[in-house]
């Protein structure tokens, strides 16, 4: 009982990150990656994830403080957010990665900055979410319900 | 996940020509596909590796441009199908597709987050055959395995149709079916290079989609052995029979021997008289009709030479003219050849010739450059050299040009083709072409193939159909060249010639090609049963001078078309008969070629050795050109090859043909010729 009550505890969880768009079917797609072998797959790959766009993110505001920054570097380093974000199925940092592209892209340096604290935003926001649903579901060691 | 819907939907299976024979093909298909996947961002890299295994592929991940190439060199025929992303730090993915499709000629998809309609026309005119948005779905990874039956499929076409007269009654040994339920696929479909097998092979037209009788795919190693069967017994002496008594290849039938028999015949025909064409590789395409009817006529008359004198079997004779008026004429049948042979030899320079791999990767890069008409510096060169190629080989007037330095003498020779260089060029596509479809099929011999048999393949699709008339030549010469010095490589890919719509034409070409690639594999040379030259020279030594000539070309580096040429050359010149066991495969392919193109080409002119020699030397010439241009293209300056390729050796060899040439003009029995043994 206890652990059904976990067990609800955690689609819940789950199904509020599709139903705020945190995330997206891409989501559901490593979902269905894992299996017997590969149980926390999806947390793996959060892992990696997060790592790296840490990183990027951090380069990236680093860029935007410095007086020399280049408009292509800034593009290439939101574009490798953009395909992991994409990829994971991180949904709404990938909204907000968009955005600041555009932005980017026309020149406004002011406009990027500030999408890229939104990104900054979402993306916290997302690790926020994710983190406690992984360390429970790991914990439960529940298939995930899909 | 949905292999098995994978799977039934690919029931192409037996239709599918590509598999053919494969026995490797399992029923599981696409289960195994070696799939190598290259991305920077490793978080992407992982989810595409777990989407791949469950794909029931076999993933192999490398996060760096260069790791993926140097695994992909290590283990040429290791992997079926490439992924990589399009922005890397290391290298641009658009520079690794160019790398794979040189080298390797691996069906490659291009991925990236970014959908701009750019971007992905790069990636179209680079030559990916897919690409893909990321985030990547599943589902569109199920379905990758298309683009690697969709390559050899077309391989085995051009295949096909350059070697389909004759190979009508090719006696399937697999059924299409069969190969796609061959052992279940150890996780590798017996790699490309069965696949090149298959299509090689062919002497049925798998692609006549009705036939599904199994065919015997004749890999480079079977080739090989195939050549030096015909080798040990002697070109003219080379019956279907004995060489399978030789070959002692269990499941081979008298059918495909002699089916077999019939291409390396018509190759080494076709490879004196592509060398000619091969110098009309860039620009003829088809407009030179009146250059290569010169040449066609030559070869027509050579043809029918060799066909009175009962060497040339009326099937080749037809084939040849087929190809030949392909063009618009029964003569367009040498040009072809000639284009081939310079397909060939642009080709073969890259791929297997000199073993070098990385030459192949120029020759067939440059070529495939030609093929897709994207300039690029090295297409350039090709191209400068294809022309000169083609010069010298339009010129076809039967004289051997005095040695001279490597490049010269393929002009002279090329001059002598007698075809301008418009021709030279369309030559040269349609070897380029032929060189395409031998690169798929050579995939024993690794890259070179692989990117002539792109680049055959461009052509063909680029609707270089009138040079394209000798596919069997273009290809085979490509293959002889390949097998000659590599002796292992072709895989039938030579005959991918076939597929060019032109090249297909001769269809006795074709089945050179996949004889080449036999016999390349086998003899390291293929001396398919050129009819074409026996009747050319006669030579019954096989003993091809061209080998030395080619030898020297190998040492330049060259790839096999070069030695092809050579040897044809000194075949035709030196030896009464190609001794195709001598000539390396690559000389033979060559001296075959542009034999068979003289012969073709004008009967009369056949008669004389001599003309036959100067094809030969022209193919040389061509060779030696294609080669160094090639080169000059290739990336890889390993694969550089001197430019000399052995001028001196070259020269003599062709002085030698001359001389010979003269008196035995016509026979080559390049019944396997071993090219080793060719005395100069």
Request: net charge negative; proline share 4%.
């Amino acid at each position: 009982m206890e652990s059904k009550h976990v067990h609800q505890q955690i689609a819940a969880m789950r199904q509020s990150f599709f139903d705020e768009e945190v995330l997206d079917e891409f989501f559901s797609q490593l979902e269905q990656l894992e299996d017997q072998n590969n149980p926390n797959f999806v947390e793996e790959v959060f892992t990696m994830y997060f790592r790296d766009s840490t990183t990027l993110l951090e380069t990236v505001e680093q860029a935007m403080k410095t007086i020399s920054i280049t408009f292509a570097k800034m593009d290439k380093i939101l574009h490798q957010l953009k395909g992991s974000s994409a990829s994971v199925g991180a949904k709404k940092v990938l909204n907000e990665i968009n955005k600041t592209r555009q932005v980017l892209e026309k020149g406004n340096l002011e406009g990027t900055k500030a999408g890229i604290w939104e990104m900054r935003k979402e993306y916290e926001s997302l690790k926020a979410k994710l983190e406690p649903y992984f360390q429970l579901k790991q914990a439960n060691s529940v298939p995930q319900e899909k | 996940m949905n292999v098995s819907s994978v799977k039934g939907s690919m029931s192409i299976s037996s239709s599918t020509s590509t598999w053919k024979a494969g026995d490797t093909i399992s029923d599981q298909f696409p289960a195994g596909l070696r799939v190598l996947v290259v991305d920077d961002d490793p978080t992407c890299l992982m989810i595409l590796e777990k989407m791949l295994t469950a794909c029931l592929y076999k993933v192999t991940k490398c996060n760096r441009a260069e790791t993926a190439l140097s695994k992909l060199r290590e283990n040429k025929n290791g992997y079926d199908i490439v992924l990589s992303d399009v922005h890397m730090p290391d290298m641009d993915g658009f520079k690794l597709l160019e790398h794979i499709g040189l080298e390797m000629d691996l069906p490659v998809i291009m991925m990236s987050a970014d959908d701009g309609k750019q971007v992905v026309m790069k990636g179209v005119t680079h030559g990916a055959c897919d690409y893909l948005i990321k985030p990547v779905r599943i589902e569109a990874l199920k379905n990758i395995w298309q683009h690697v039956v969709r390559k050899r499929k077309n391989e085995w076409k051009e295949f096909e149709q350059s070697g389909s007269v004759e190979e009508g009654d090719r006696q399937p040994k697999q059924s299409d079916d069969a190969d796609y339920s061959s052992s279940a696929n150890e996780g590798n479909w017996k790699g490309s290079k069965r696949r090149k097998d298959e299509e090689e092979e062919t002497d049925e037209r798998d692609d006549t989609s009705t036939l599904k009788k199994p065919r015997v795919v004749w890999s480079v190693e079977l080739h090989q052995q195939f050549v030096a069967a015909v080798n040990q017994l002697g070109i003219d002496k080379a019956v279907p029979k004995k060489i399978l008594e030789l070959m002692n290849v269990p499941g081979l039938t008298r059918e495909n021997v002699a089916s077999h028999l019939q291409k390396y015949r018509l190759y080494l025909r076709r490879l004196s008289g592509v060398s000619q064409h091969q110098s009309n590789l860039s620009t003829i395409i088809s407009a030179q009709d009146p250059t290569f009817g010169s040449l066609s006529s030559l070869s027509g008359l050579d043809l029918q030479t060799l066909a009175a004198t009962g060497q040339l079997p009326a099937q080749s004779l037809a084939r040849l003219q087929a190809a030949g008026l392909g063009r618009a004429t029964a003569k367009s049948g040498i040009p072809i050849t000639l284009v081939d042979q310079r397909n060939i030899f642009s080709f073969e320079n890259p791929k297997l010739r000199f073993g070098e791999g990385q030459q192949q990767h120029m020759t067939n890069k440059q070529q495939v450059n030609l093929l897709h008409g994207i300039p690029t510096t090295m297409e350039a060169k090709q191209l400068v050299s294809l022309r000169h190629a083609a010069q010298s080989v339009g010129n076809m007037n039967m004289q051997v040009p005095p040695p001279g330095p490597q490049s010269s003498q393929n002009n002279p020779l090329l001059m002598q083709m007698g075809q301008q260089q418009q021709q030279q060029q369309s030559r040269g596509q349609i070897l380029v072409d032929s060189t395409i479809n031998h690169a798929p099929r050579l995939s024993s011999m690794g890259q070179p193939i692989l990117s002539n048999g792109m680049a055959t393949n461009v052509s063909s699709r680029n609707g270089i159909p009138e040079n394209i008339r000798a596919p069997g030549y273009s290809q085979t010469p490509s293959m002889l060249n390949f097998p000659m010095n590599h002796a292992s490589e072709l895989p039938g890919n030579c005959f991918p010639l076939g597929s060019t719509p032109g090249v297909s034409n001769l269809t006795s070409k074709g089945a050179f090609q996949e004889d080449v690639n036999s016999e390349i594999k086998g003899s390291g040379g293929f001396m398919p049963s050129y009819d074409v030259f026996n009747d050319l020279n006669q030579h019954k030594p096989q003993s091809w001078e061209l080998q030395n000539v080619g030898i020297a070309f190998d040492s330049s580096q060259h790839s096999n078309s070069l030695q092809g040429n050579l040897d044809l050359t000194q075949s035709a010149l030196g030896q009464q008969g190609f001794s195709s066991g001598q000539m390396n495969g690559h000389n033979r392919s060559a001296a075959v070629a542009s034999k068979a193109v003289f012969s073709t080409g004008d009967v009369k002119e056949l008669r004389s050795a001599q003309n036959v020699n100067q094809h030969l030397n022209n193919l040389l010439v061509d060779n030696t050109i294609r080669v160094k241009s090639e080169r000059v293209c290739d990336t890889s300056p390993a694969n550089i090859f001197p430019d000399h390729f052995g001028q001196d050796d070259l020269m003599s060899a062709l002085l030698k043909q001359q001389e010979s040439v003269a008196s035995s003009e016509n026979e080559f029995d390049f019944d396997g010729y071993s090219m080793n043994n060719i005395p100069v």
